[in-house]
């Protein structure tokens, strides 16, 4: 599936789609209420090629990200793509795993989401 929209001309996210996306790839839009709201474009593009990935993210992807980066070896080469949910919930996928930081509504015990957990799984 292709999905086509205009890139703001000139823009750290347009030289990044171009870069980081070309041949394929996979690109997503976390809502953000940090100030000042929408003072850059925020996004994650992915490629096929591993290993190759840019992102403007709020602080607290940021944050998130360098925690994650510190505890699994080979961060950068296995990240395939995240996709962002309300209220700071994100997932990340990597070449045989994936990790999901709930936030909000998902941090209740017994949401669906909490009953499958990445390290008993994968660690």
């Not at 990935?53 to 994650?68: F, H, Q, T």
């Amino acid at each position: 599936m292709s999905v086509y929209f205009s890139l703001p001309a000139e823009s750290d996210f347009e030289q990044s789609v171009r870069s980081t996306a070309s041949g394929g790839g996979f690109v997503t839009f976390p809502e953000s209420d940090q100030p000042p709201k929408c003072a850059k474009p925020l996004y994650f593009v992915g490629s096929n090629t591993t290993g190759t990935w840019s992102c403007s993210l709020p602080d607290e992807y940021i944050k998130a990200m360098g925690i994650l980066k510190q505890n699994i070896k080979n961060f950068d080469v296995g990240l395939k793509w995240i996709i962002f949910g309300k209220g700071g919930t994100h997932i990340y996928q990597f070449a045989n795993r994936f990790l999901a930081c709930l936030e909000g509504e998902h941090e209740d015990e017994s949401n669906v989401l909490n009953k499958v957990r990445f390290l008993d799984l994968l660690w």
